[in-house]
């Protein structure tokens, strides 16, 4: 079965700062996605991972795939107040009729001056 | 050009009763998940379906069932609503083909009573 273990859980940062959240998983997979949510709103997709020693960047958020540790990080620069959110990585568990994604349970930020 | 849409927002029923809750995908989008998110907790899936079959299933009982339609739109089934299944039910578009990134509705809130 497959598993997908996020920490931390929660997560409470200065802004400027800069901190890193770990995503492992427990099967081989070739694709991990981030996602944010907001309180209350449904999920926004940030990045999908899709090779060993994918990196992919958007602003103050940068990903990244290990598929051999079975790790991706999500590392925050610079922390600003509007990042704080709770953010997951989920696994794509491909099988040969449809995928499922299977979430960890979040990192929740939240970012104060 | 319109999101993922769901309905209704708000829900609330009484143990034993029975709710359909409906979405309909991303225009250009033909397969529709299913998730469950409990209070704090990630996403959990419940199933998937693509071409009016359901593709995958997640650990749900039988109680969950689900129907897509020629037009992709989809619906979700849940008889004899327990406690436990007060929860945020999401859906989530993609393409098939690709296996391309879901992408979430705003999610049907469901209080049982």
């Known amino acids: 079965e497959l598993k997908v273990e996020q920490n931390p859980l929660f997560l409470s940062m200065q802004e400027g700062k800069n901190y890193t959240i770990y995503c492992n998983y427990s099967t081989t997979s070739d694709r991990l996605y981030w996602y944010r949510q907001d309180p209350g709103k449904s999920l926004e997709s940030l990045f999908v991972l899709l090779s060993n020693g994918a990196v992919k960047q958007e602003g103050r958020l940068m990903a990244s795939l290990d598929t051999k540790a079975r790790l991706s990080t999500l590392h925050i620069t610079a922390a600003v107040h509007d990042l704080s959110a709770t953010y997951f990585c989920a696994v794509d568990r491909f099988g040969r009729s449809g995928t499922a994604l299977i979430f960890g349970k979040g990192t929740t930020l939240s970012v104060s001056s | 050009d319109a999101g993922v849409t769901q309905s209704p927002t708000h829900l609330i029923k009484t143990r034993g009763q029975q709710v359909t809750l409906r979405c309909s995908p991303k225009?250009?989008?033909?397969?529709v998940s299913w998730y469950q998110q409990a209070l704090g907790q990630g996403p959990q899936f419940i199933f998937q379906y693509y071409e009016e079959e359901e593709r995958q299933r997640g650990n749900f009982p039988d109680r969950f069932s689900g129907h897509q339609y020629p037009n992709y739109s989809s619906e979700l089934n849940v008889n004899a609503l327990l406690l436990g299944d007060s929860a945020l039910y999401l859906c989530?578009?993609?393409?098939?083909?690709?296996?391309?990134?879901?992408?979430f509705g705003p999610g049907t809130r469901l209080l049982v009573l």
């Open positions: 225009s250009g989008h033909d397969t």
């Open positions: 989530a578009s993609s393409l098939f083909e690709g296996r391309g990134t879901q992408y």
